[in-house]
């Protein structure tokens, strides 16, 4: 009778966790937005950038999200469509995307540090923290170089093979064997070629320089001081509570995206964040005294080529400068089932991210940079 009771107990338990869940998903599914509003004066700025992402939404992207901040607050946060569509889960503001480049903008803030802090010297060869690294035949590679995309090191191949990494690696210097051997494109110094592998090259020099590896320096000297606790590596193999799932489209298809493992590339496009982190960077890189106004000078300022010309993108070091609206500084994101804008007025002291879960997702809307400019009082 006992055993009779334990199984009946045990069957009934199950049911109502089945119906539990078959419940918040049915939820789930009619919650067209989780919003966050933290101040009721943007009602019609919040409702003009909706209009915006819902382009996005026409388009096809599975799921977006987005967030404002003004002032050193947070304004307005909101997710729209699904974070993973086989499970109908719904895009929330606590949902971690891939960020691609933009985390460019936070390996810098970490270098700036390093700068600061006298642990690396901006022009000295990058042998001189990495003896073992191959002296190339055009020239010195420096970390000024590497950080502003003038070194020469080559992005991804044209079939966009070395984007589809597979493999793991446990160490940044490890992940170097991708693209070391291979020769520069051009002399360092004489022109602009944006570099994600550069950026890959540039963690393992602070990683070296530093003695701290590069995971753990981000952690406590970026992530940790400015309170960005959604902000994560993108480890395949770790549960993230809220990571939104990854999609490509073919043929006019919506796929999931190919298996990548991002750990060959953590500094130059390998986070997780939410547009509420990013948010929250942008104010702490501003406003905290995280680096000292000098050092965030020389990481926004574009250098000069030796052709006269300002390099593309008004490009400094890990950020760009959007010539749009005025002074917006960020950088854009792609990757292997992401797409991010983050941006950044410092002088009215707005910031806008947004984020989506499909490979050039945000391509199908050009306004989204005008976003902040609906924030201006």
Known sequence: MKNRFRLFANALA??????????????????????????????????QARAQVEVLMAAGAPGVSIAVGVDDELVWAEGFGYADIEHAISVTPQSKFRIGSVSKTMTSIALGILIEEGVIDLDAPIQTYLPNYPVKEKGAITTRLLASHRAGVRHYLPDGSDNLVKDHYDDVVD????????????????????SSHGYNLLSAVMQEASGVEFLTLMRE????????IETVAD??????????????????????????????????GGFLSTPSDLVKFGFGVFHSGILKDETLE??????????GEIADQNYGLGWMTFDENGPWVGHTGGSIGG?????????????????????????????LRNIGSYFKE
């Not at 939820?27 to 019609?44: F, G, T």
């Not at 804008?341 to 199908?364: E, H, Q, R």
């Open 339 to 367: 797409n991010t804008l983050f941006m950044m007025n410092p002088n009215t002291d707005i910031v806008v991210a947004v984020v989506c879960n499909l490979s050039g997702c945000l391509g199908a809307n050009r306004e």
């Open 235 to 268: 480890h395949t193999d770790y549960i993230i509570t809220g990571r939104a799932e990854p999609y490509a489209r073919r043929d006019n298809k919506l796929l999931n995206a190919p298996y990548v493992d991002n750990s060959y590339k953590w500094a130059g």
């Open 175 to 194: 992940a170097l064997e991708i693209f070391k051997d291979d020769p520069l494109l051009s002399v360092p110094g004489d022109e602009y070629s944006y």
């Open 298 to 307: 020389l990481l926004l300022s574009p250098p000069i080529l030796p052709n």
């Open 221 to 228: 000297r970026v992530f940790g001081p400015l309170k960005l």
């Open 14 to 47: 199950a049911a109502l966790f089945l119906l539990a869940n078959l419940s918040w998903a049915q939820s789930s599914i009619s919650s067209r937005y989780a919003v966050v509003e933290s101040s009721s004066n943007y009602s019609e700025a919040i409702e």
